[in-house]
């Protein structure tokens, strides 16, 4: 009798400890994510006044955006759809800045990817897709991490800003792609500037049609299983996140800071490259000009979003995928601007910031209390 | 004073103090960082407010709201970071706040002139009055705060860790002026945590520890070993025991090196010295003489303009950090924040520092192996007595002493040939410094070369084999420790001609 009172007790101490433990891990979570949802509901309420004030329902304009992007299975494919690429742009420029590096080049980088890609989706006709689509995915990657490594080099031989190099860099990317597009690797006959459609071996297949959803989304999901095995699991990681915390310690550590500054470069221009060739070989078929509607731009700030860590990242990435996908039928059933959606998305970049915003000032200003 | 307390947030930085000093003696206040010394000495010169006990002056309690009304009541303070105008000359600095005027706005710099003068003499005290602050050596800085306190009226000078920035010669000079002002009935509080200048210049001694008070003695009837004792709360060792090897092979060796600092003006200038196995080499000199250069060139972090380094017979003249940790090279850096730790790392991810791209840690170069370093971390924990909640915790979280235990940890333990250890001691109090030099010996008599870079002459006199003095980028002079005295090394600080 005595016994199993006793085998009880402990039964009864395990489940509490349990229940504690994982009340514990219950409140933890959202107390790092929650300046971030605060930002978010701040930004929907402030979204709501604007919308109040120029004599729209809040309620109907939030209804429609939200059954837009989550009401079916089209809408979530299409949400998820407009999610994948900023998922890379915004693990691209993670992963810069955990070396201390501003990329906020990912859109040039990007669309070179995309380029690239391309290029290799409409050769090769010979090939069997179990090749060919790697291949175009390299080709992606490859095409990035040039775009990634021009501003390295200027960077660590001759300490040219890289906040200034990645973006005008992606501006030369814009053209450079633009004017293939246009004039050599322009299909023939068309009005538009873009390519030729793809060979069938390289594209990405459609997993939830009719929405344009492709598997690129699974190299998403895996890239940012793989972002934070590199940083937090290998040398390399190791040594770009210490270079990015005090480069000088890193240095007498004897971590080339010079090496490390490339790789992260390079490395986060192929992750931006690799989101582009997503684009091509699984929606698009083909490089159209002007085709991204500034998903390198969105990766920065779904980055800050996010918290700057891959899982955040992945829910603000469809945080701004609904505001997107939901925003185009918000504007179709009712009568509201697409433009509602665009200040929702500058919103909560505005309230994510702010705070460190104020942190910033609140540290400078500290000497006098 | 009595029974002061003082609290920041829950930490009771003093504890019923009563601290009494009398009138025409030089009363030392002894104590390790953190031990309350500063605290109770900003609350006398009324920058922080007492939450119990009070202050008595001349026996009648006083209310000190503000250093305005304790230099009204006769106490002057002397900060160790020093409170002049830089670009004003030594009079102006003086008379600051007290500016004798003609009319309302114009100053009477005649008046200045005439009045400072007269007071200087009063106190023996010389110094150029027209000379601009900046173009004086700190020494003199100093004394010019000394005088801008007396010229307000102190009765009682309170001088906070004075000599902290001076060369030996200076420090004498400090102690002569002190006894001056003893001998004009001044009071004078001075704030230490050296013990032998304690000693030297004290009549009594007042010891603290974490916030309260230990005892006061009368500087006559103690020695170092009480009051070091006194101060930590534990018997402390000054004197370490060397093994005397037959042969010592030479890991370092350095030809005619030369680099410029960061303003690209010559800071090394024909540097030579060897450094051998089972030695300690000490590397004496005040600031900014070319140490902080000759450190980097020798890691790797700075050009060698000229000359060359071997490293056990090896050239690394022109080598990266990395090879020259792989050759056997170790360095305690002068600025543990800038160059030693990575504060925002864990401790386990600043332990494997340096080694992180080798076996055991690095599996294929490529990866990093966790368990590896958690079990290497957790066994430096130990072995080197880092306190730390755990190994994930971030360095920035941990006390000073504690990170420096962080960086010998590291650098001590990865079998080096020769370590270069910088300031090693520097901020760090009796306890943690007595530790940093113990392993220092150990290093050396396990068989380390091991190049000692000090300003702090006691501990370049208690470690090294050999003392070779730096000033101005040159090598003046190299010593045997038994053949030398403390005075000659301080004026070859001080940038006499060696006999």
């Not at chain 1, 690429?85 to 990817?113: D, H, M, R, S, V």
């Not at chain 1, 990035?144 to 021009?150: D, H, M, R, S, T």
């Not at chain 2, 792989?326 to 924040?337: I, K, L, M, N, T």
């Amino acid at each position: 009798m005595q016994n199993l009172t006793e085998r009880l007790g402990t039964l009864v101490r395990f489940l509490r400890g349990l229940l504690l433990s994982f009340l514990a891990e219950l409140k933890e979570a959202p107390s790092k994510m929650l300046p971030q949802v605060i930002a978010i509901l701040l930004a929907f309420l402030v979204g709501a006044v604007v919308l109040a004030v120029t004599g729209y329902s809040p309620l109907d304009a939030y209804g429609a955006l939200l059954v837009g992007a989550f009401g079916d299975t089209y809408g979530i494919g299409q949400t998820l759809t407009q999610a994948t690429p900023i998922i890379f742009t915004a693990l691209a420029f993670l992963f810069a800045y955990k070396c201390g590096l501003f990329n906020i080049g990912a859109e040039g980088q990007f669309l070179f990817g995309a380029f690239t890609a391309a290029l290799v989706g409409i050769s090769f006709a010979w090939m069997p897709f179990f090749i060919h689509v790697p291949l175009a995915l390299i080709a992606g990657a490859v095409g990035g991490a040039l775009w990634g490594f021009i501003p390295a080099v200027l960077k660590a031989r001759l300490g040219a800003h890289e906040v200034i190099t990645t973006m005008m860099l992606s501006y030369v990317a814009l053209y450079v792609t633009g004017y293939m597009v246009n004039y050599p690797f322009k299909e023939p006959g068309s009005w538009v500037a873009r390519t030729i459609f793809i060979w069938p071996s390289a594209e990405l297949p459609r997993i939830l049609p009719p929405t344009q959803l492709s598997a690129s989304i699974f190299v998403a999901l895996l890239l940012a299983g793989l972002t934070y095995y590199i940083l937090q699991r290998t040398t390399i990681g190791y040594e770009i996140r210490a270079i990015g915390l005090n480069p000088d310690a890193a240095e007498a550590g004897g971590i080339s800071v010079g090496k490390g500054i490339v790789l992260a470069l390079v490395i986060s221009g192929a992750m931006a490259g690799l989101g582009g060739a997503g684009e091509v070989l699984g929606v698009h078929r083909r490089f159209i000009e002007g085709f991204s509607p500034g998903y390198g731009w969105d990766g920065l700030a779904v980055a800050l979003v996010g918290g700057l860590n891959p899982t955040g990242i992945l829910l603000a990435s469809v945080l701004f995928g609904a505001l997107r996908s939901g925003g185009m039928t918000m504007t179709r059933t009712t009568d509201v601007p697409l433009d509602i959606a665009t200040l929702l998305q500058a919103l909560v970049i505005l309230f994510v910031a702010a705070p460190k915003l104020v942190e910033y000032l609140r540290k400078r200003g500290g000497f006098k209390r | 004073m009595r029974s002061i307390t003082k609290k920041f947030a829950d930490v009771v930085a003093n504890d019923k103090i009563d601290f009494t000093v009398e009138k025409g003696e030089i009363h030392g206040l002894l104590g390790e960082n953190g031990a309350g010394k500063t605290v109770l000495m900003n609350i006398l010169y009324g920058l922080y407010r007492v939450d119990e006990g009070k202050i008595l002056i001349d026996g009648i309690e006083a209310d000190i709201d503000g250093p305005n009304a304790a230099i009204k009541l006769g106490i002057g303070m002397v900060h160790q970071h020093f409170m002049v105008v830089p670009s004003l000359t030594v009079a102006e600095n003086i008379v600051l706040g007290n500016e004798p005027t003609r009319s309302k706005f114009l100053l009477d710099t005649k008046k200045i002139m005439q009045s400072v003068k007269e007071f200087c003499d009063r106190y023996k005290l010389e110094v150029d009055l027209k000379a601009p602050i900046h173009v004086l050596p700190v020494g003199v800085q100093q004394r010019v705060e000394i005088l801008k306190a007396l010229y307000r009226g102190a009765n009682v000078l309170i001088l906070d860790e004075p000599t902290s920035v001076l060369t030996p010669q200076e420090a004498q000079e400090l102690f002569k002026a002190i006894r001056a002002l003893r001998g004009q009935g001044k009071t004078v509080i001075f704030i230490s945590h050296k013990l032998n200048e304690v000693i030297a210049v004290c009549d009594r001694i007042t010891v603290l520890r974490k916030g309260k008070v230990v005892g006061t003695v009368k500087a006559s009837e103690t020695n170092v070993n009480e009051l070091a004792t006194m101060m930590v709360g534990r018997e402390v060792s000054f004197t370490f025991q060397k093994t005397q090897p037959a042969t010592r092979k030479t890991v370092l060796r350095v030809e005619d090196l030369k680099a410029f600092d960061d303003r690209n003006l010559p800071a090394l200038k024909g540097v030579s010295f060897e450094v051998h196995a089972y030695e300690i080499l000490g590397v004496a000199g005040v600031e900014g003489n070319g140490q902080t250069e000759l450190v980097e060139t020798l890691t790797g972090l700075r050009k060698a303009a000229a000359g060359k380094i071997w490293l056990l017979d090896i050239d690394v003249t022109r080598a990266p950090p990395h090879e020259r940790i792989q050759h056997g090279a170790s360095c305690v850096p002068e600025d543990r924040h800038r160059r030693g730790l990575i504060m925002e790392f864990s401790v386990m991810e600043n332990i494997i520092l340096g080694s992180h791209d080798r076996p055991p840690f690095a599996k294929d170069s490529v990866r990093l192996d966790i368990n590896e370093a958690s079990n290497y971390a957790e066994k430096l924990i130990q072995e080197y007595s880092i306190k730390t909640p755990s190994k994930d915790e971030q360095a920035r979280h941990l006390s000073g002493g504690t990170q420096q235990r962080v960086v010998l940890a590291r650098e001590f333990s990865r079998n080096p040939r020769l370590i270069i250890a910088c300031q090693p001691t520097r901020g760090l109090d009796v306890g943690a410094t007595e530790y940093v030099r113990s392993k220092l010996v150990d290093m050396r008599n396990n068989g380390c070369a091991v190049l000692l870079i000090s300003a702090d002459l006691d501990e370049i006199w208690g470690l090294s084999d050999r003392i070779a003095v730096i000033y101005e980028g040159r090598i003046v002079a190299v010593k045997d420790p038994e053949k030398t005295s403390e005075s000659e090394l301080g004026l070859l600080m001080a940038g006499a001609e060696p006999d």
